[in-house]
């Protein structure tokens, strides 16, 4: 069976750099970067005092009082986002199948923020369950493409990938597939995540995760940096409209870039910490390659998972030097959590979409924040640092990993019309 090429076709994002895809980009290439101290709460007991929020962002803009009652932020994210990116692709909803378009969203948490306030209300409250009755709809995180479908009316496969930090990234990969093998036309993708709350930041705190540089809170974000001290948590969405190439062709539709492999792996050894030998994480870049039939000499940039955690930053550039060789010494590597914090399920997907915006403009946007040289990372690999770089790019790749060992790799290419 010949598999079916698929191309992104729309593109939507609501980011703490940035709350549109222009705004985004603009952000991603002057290094701008979205980490602030919280406002969302008092942050007096907490460890770490600072996040990646989304900014200027009125929920009524874009939902009457009553629907944004009922709809956790990762929901409503998710609702903004992919209607960005449906408007972007030109879509006219009359006039496609509606029972071949379908959404297939990650989240690694959902409705944590709705989760944590019934709880605390109820355990303030005389002992009575008088819990909202939207309680369940507005936690559970399958509602996001639930409610994408609802309003559109999309007929198609309808899910949600939860695979922590690689959950938008493994949507993707369903997304690609699923139009490869003539199941669907068009699938909105891409994650949601809304967990900068007091339950988030205590629970990552309480792992150690988090950076705790409240002094500098801009600066926190530091990726292969020695002095890096943990994740910053961020927030917001993406949405990628996936389609198949002869039906985008057919309809006139611009194309942001092919999808032109997917790949998966599993570290198998630590419920938090990569595997010290980056071994899941050569598989998954391998694997990635192989579904793309590409070698790596054929790959120009990759904007790595790079979180800013002392073992994983140097796990993962020790096995792109493994996969890559000597050619990674010629590829662009950065990470644009520098910029935009860590938006756990949502990382992949606006990864994805820095990834596919530097393959449209041939520029690399930095890994912001380094300062100080860390003697464990290969000092000739192109880490991108601090200011955005020119290059041509063909083929960009976007790593993406997650607590339990999810590995997810997507690669994107240049179309020859």
Request: charged share 20%; glycine share 10%.
């Amino acid at each position: 069976m010949e598999l079916k090429r698929v191309v992104v076709t729309g593109l939507g994002a609501l980011t703490p750099i940035g709350n549109s895809i222009p705004e985004y980009w603009e952000g991603l290439k002057n290094g701008k970067s979205g980490c602030a101290p919280i406002t969302y709460f008092d942050t007096e007991k907490f460890k770490t005092k600072f996040a990646c929020e989304i900014k200027n962002y009125d929920p009524q803009e874009h939902f009457d009082r009553k629907e944004a009652r009922k709809l956790d932020k990762f929901a409503q994210y998710a609702l903004v986002s992919s209607d960005e990116a449906i408007l972007d692709a030109g879509i006219n909803l009359d006039d496609v199948d509606k029972f071949r378009v379908g959404v297939i969203w990650g989240a690694g948490i959902g409705g944590l923020e709705t989760f944590q306030d019934e709880v605390i209300n109820f355990a303030e409250g005389d002992g009575t369950p008088r819990f909202n009755p939207f309680f369940i709809p507005k936690m559970i995180a399958d509602i996001a493409p639930g409610n994408i479908s609802i309003k559109h009316g999309f007929m198609g496969p309808n899910y949600t990938t939860v695979s922590a930090c690689a959950s938008s990234a493994n949507a993707m990969i369903d997304a690609l597939n699923y139009i490869r093998l003539g199941h669907c036309d068009i699938i909105v993708t891409g994650g949601s995540e809304a967990a900068v709350t007091k339950a988030g930041m205590g629970g990552f705190n309480a792992m150690h995760a988090l950076s705790t540089r409240n002094e500098s809170p801009e600066t926190a974000s530091r990726p292969f940096d020695a002095t890096r001290d943990g994740f910053v948590l961020g927030e917001g969405a993406g949405a990628l409209i996936l389609e198949e190439y002869e039906h985008a062709k057919s309809r006139g539709a611009k194309i942001y870039a092919e999808v032109v492999g997917g790949g998966m792996s599993s570290d198998a050894y630590h419920m938090t910490a990569p595997h010290p030998d980056g071994i899941g994480v050569e598989r998954v870049m391998l694997n990635c390659l192989r579904d793309a039939g590409m070698k790596p000499e054929d790959v120009q940039a990759i904007n790595t998972h790079g979180t800013s955690t002392p073992l994983g930053d140097v796990a993962e550039l020790k096995a792109i030097s493994n996969v890559f060789g000597e050619h990674a010494k010629n590829i662009n590597i950065n990470s644009t959590k520098s910029m935009t914090g860590h938006l756990l399920g949502a990382a992949g997907a606006i990864e994805a979409i820095a990834s596919i915006l530097a393959l449209k403009h041939n520029l690399v946007p930095p890994t912001i924040n380094h300062s100080t040289v860390d003697e464990e990372i290969d000092p000739t690999l192109n880490l991108t640092l601090n200011i955005a770089q020119e290059r041509e790019i063909q083929v960009a790749m976007s790593n993406t990993f997650g607590f339990g060992g999810h590995n997810a790799c997507v690669l994107f290419k240049k179309v020859d019309e």
